[in-house]
C-alpha cells in the first residue's frame, strides 16, 4: 500500500536546526509526498534555508498570510509566513488546518529541532498498516534525550495536580515493539488524515505547552496511539538541567506550565476532585514555593497570574515569550 505522507512543521528563528530537519526528512527511505513548512515570522534568515530546499524562488515575494506552493521533483513543497509569532500551539494549529484541505493519507507533525532517522517514518507507518492504528509515535531516545512514553495518565486523583505525576512511564530498553500511550509530543507523530479530519485542528489558545497534549486525549476518542521502539527520531537540543527549588526563577515558559496545567485538568480531570481540587492545591504548593523561594517577587507574579487566567479562562498569548 502506497501511502501520500505530508510533513508538517513549525519552525520559528532556528535556521540551522531547520536545515538539519529538512535533511534527515528528504533522506528517509520511505519517501514523503510533500512538506508544509510553517513559519511563525521567524526574523533569522530562514528564507535563505528554505530557498536553498526549493520552497522559495530566489525572488520570491514573501507577504504574511500568503500560501506558496511548488514542486521539487516527485516532492510537493508548501509555505506559509505568519504575521506574528503565535507560539507552537498557534503554529501548528494554523498548519494542520491548511494540511487539512490536502490530498495526504498522513500527516507528520514536528518542530524543527528533531531529525528523524532514515528509517523512521517507513517504520511508523508498518506498524500504523500492521496494526490498523490511526496514530503512531516514534522513538526520541538519542543522545540529547531519553524518551519514557506514558503508557496510563491518571486523570481521578484530586492530588497528582502536576501532570508529570498523573503519568505512568516506561524506561528503556524496552522489550516490546510497540506500547500503547495516553500522550505525545508534537516531535515525529504520525496521524491519519481522516482522524485529523475528525478531532480537527489543534487547539490555538494554548500558545505553548499542553497542546500536544490535548490533541492525544481529542484522537484516543476514535484510535489507540503506539509508540514504535524501532522508530527513531532525535532531538537537536539537550534538555535543559533543572535547578534546585529555591533558585528557581520562574519564566514566561512556566507562566504557560502552570495555566495550561490548570486549565487542561479543568477540561478533562474525571471527577469533581481532579477537575476542581487539583488546580487550587497547585496554585497553593506553587505559591508556598515561592514565598519560600529565592526570587519571591518574580515567581508570585507568574504563579498569581497564571492561577488568574487559568481560573477566568484566559488563554492565548498573554505574557510575551522572551525567545
Known amino acids: 500500500?502506497?501511502?501520500?505522507?505530508l510533513v508538517v512543521m513549525v519552525t520559528y528563528n532556528r535556521k540551522n536546526l531547520l536545515k538539519n530537519a529538512l535533511e534527515s526528512i528528504f533522506n528517509q527511505t520511505k519517501p514523503v509526498s510533500g512538506v508544509l513548512i510553517l513559519?511563525?515570522?521567524?526574523?533569522d534568515g530562514t528564507e535563505d534555508v528554505l530557498?536553498?530546499?526549493?520552497f522559495l524562488s530566489r525572488d520570491q515575494d514573501i507577504n504574511d498570510g500568503t500560501f506558496i506552493k511548488r514542486s521539487s521533483g516527485n516532492t510537493r513543497l508548501y509555505y506559509?509566513?505568519?504575521?506574528v509569532n503565535t507560539g507552537g500551539a498557534?503554529?501548528?494549529s494554523k498548519a494542520v488546518e491548511l494540511a487539512k484541505e490536502l490530498d495526504y493519507d498522513y500527516l507528520w507533525i514536528m518542530d524543527d529541532d528533531v531529525r528523524p532517522v532514515e528509517n523512521c517514518l517507513e517504520n511508523l507507518l508498518t506498524v500504523a498498516h500492521d496494526c490498523n492504528v490511526g496514530a503512531v509515535v516514534p522513538n526520541r531516545n538519542c543522545q540529547n534525550f531519553e524518551d519514557y512514553p506514558t503508557v496510563e495518565l491518571d486523570l481521578n486523583s484530586t492530588f497528582k495536580y502536576f501532570m508529570?505525576?498523573?503519568?505512568?512511564k516506561i524506561y528503556p530498553p524496552?522489550?516490546?515493539k510497540v506500547y500503547s500511550i495516553k500522550t505525545f509530543a508534537f516531535e515525529g507523530p504520525l496521524i491519519d488524515m481522516e482522524i485529523v479530519k475528525k478531532v480537527g485542528i489543534p487547539r490555538a489558545e494554548y500558545f505553548l505547552l499542553y497542546d500536544d497534549t490535548d490533541y492525544a486525549q481529542r484522537i484516543l476518542q476514535y484510535t489507540d496511539i503506539l509508540f514504535v521502539t524501532s522508530a527513531y527520531l532525535e532531538r537537536q537540543l539537550p534538555v535543559p538541567k533543572s535547578k534546585?527549588?529555591?533558585?528557581?526563577?520562574y519564566t514566561w515558559k512556566d507562566y504557560y506550565s502552570i495555566r495550561n496545567n490548570m486549565i487542561f485538568d479543568r477540561e478533562y480531570g474525571k471527577t469533581f476532585g481532579a477537575k476542581y481540587i487539583s488546580p487550587r492545591l497547585m496554585f497553593i504548593h506553587l505559591l508556598i514555593n515561592s514565598i519560600r523561594g529565592e526570587n519571591r517577587k518574580n515567581n508570585l507574579n507568574i504563579v498569581l497570574r497564571a492561577h488568574r487566567d487559568a481560573v477566568s479562562k484566559k488563554m492565548g498569548k498573554r505574557f510575551d515569550p522572551n525567545y
Open 1 to 5: 500500500m502506497i501511502s501520500k505522507v
Open 39 to 43: 513559519d511563525n515570522a521567524s526574523n
Open 51 to 54: 530557498q536553498k530546499f526549493g
Open 80 to 83: 506559509y509566513r505568519n504575521s
Open 90 to 92: 498557534g503554529g501548528f
Open 164 to 168: 508529570e505525576k498523573r503519568k505512568k
Open 174 to 176: 524496552f522489550s516490546e
Open 244 to 249: 534546585k527549588n529555591k533558585k528557581i526563577s
